[in-house]
């Protein structure tokens, strides 16, 4: 079930009730709000019924018994295919959705469908495309096959191929509400407490998926100690060099990596409720944050001395506040 999408949700499930579904779906909204799990139970209702029995259920939703669904869950629906960025023998994850991904999904769409008459496809993210895979996706998407559907997840929309946004239907996806987003940490997180949910939903900006990441990899304590330098300054470097010295290890790589993408949304909040020389500093701090954690894994720069170069950034805003 989605929560807190119900505007996406009705016009899919009405354009799949009449029969009048646009070949390719942008999923557009902030990463996390639920556009990858929208996209599956979309794919997982529109085959399950048009192989049938009927599904007798609201909205998106299914039944984990439906013979479709079972198959889906198992990996083995001869007609549904996920593109993702694909695990590095060494470790990670790929930069990039290749153009070899993209053009193997030929092999699906030149056989007739195999359970019903359509098929699905799910690529997340399309913003992950390299160039020339996002050139064969678009060949694809202007001569779509009858009866296929894609369903294109995207944070950044607007970074997309013209010609790719043009030939799809776009459904917005807003962030999630404080109600729902308690709801659904406090179900994915059943053994944390109420207040440190609270504390969750008030970082996560609406997105459930940063919400788990920063219970996941303890981020919680990092952007308190964050926000009380972009507030309070750090003269003696103390709170910086802590920062330095939790981040800076090998086995910190994973909340290393989380932080860097922490810090520029944190300084993004904090300059909405700023004014005049305040919000001008929040803005220019905010800029070379963002070039400071653009660069640094590029460039495999030194974790210590970055987070100790963006505690000086973020303290940089409380001067004189």
């Known amino acids: 079930m989605i929560s807190g999408q119900d505007r996406a949700v009705e016009q899919f499930a009405s354009a799949w009730e009449a029969r009048r579904l646009h070949h390719a779906w942008l999923l557009a909204g902030p990463k996390g709000v639920g556009k990858a799990s929208f996209a599956r139970e979309a794919s997982r209702r529109l085959l399950a019924e048009a192989a049938g029995p009927p599904v007798e259920l609201p909205g998106l939703d299914t039944s984990s018994e439906h013979p479709i669904v079972k198959l889906l869950a198992a990996g083995s629906h001869p007609d549904f295919r996920w593109i993702e960025r694909l695990e590095r023998p060494a470790g990670g994850t790929a930069r990039n959705i290749s153009v070899d991904q993209i053009r193997s999904l030929q092999d699906l769409l030149s056989v007739t469908p195999s359970m019903s008459p359509w098929r699905a496809i ?156 305040a919000r001008l500093r929040a803005l220019d701090a905010y800029e070379k944050v963002r070039q400071t954690v653009a660069i640094a894994p590029r460039l495999s720069l030194d974790p210590g001395a970055t987070v100790f170069e963006l505690g000086g950034i973020l303290a940089s805003v409380a001067l004189k506040r």
Do not use: W
């Open 122 to 277: 799910v690529i997340d993210s399309v913003d992950e495309l390299e160039a020339s895979a996002a050139n064969a996706l678009l060949k694809m998407l202007e001569e779509p096959p009858a009866n296929t559907v894609f369903f294109l997840v995207s944070h950044t929309p607007g970074r997309l191929l013209p010609t790719i946004r043009s030939r799809c239907r776009r459904l917005d996806f807003a962030r999630l509400d404080d109600e729902v987003m308690t709801s659904l940490l406090s179900r994915s997180l059943s053994n944390e407490k109420p207040e440190t949910i609270a504390q969750l939903v008030g970082f996560a900006e609406g997105s459930i998926g940063r919400g788990i990441d920063i219970a996941a990899l303890d981020l919680a304590p990092l952007e308190s100690e964050a926000q009380a330098i972009l507030r309070q300054g750090d003269p003696d470097n103390m709170r910086r060099s802590k920062l330095a010295s939790v981040l800076g290890t090998k086995a910190s790589a994973d909340r290393y990596a989380a932080f860097l993408q922490l810090v520029p949304s944190l300084l993004a909040r904090e300059a909405v409720g700023l004014e005049g020389e």
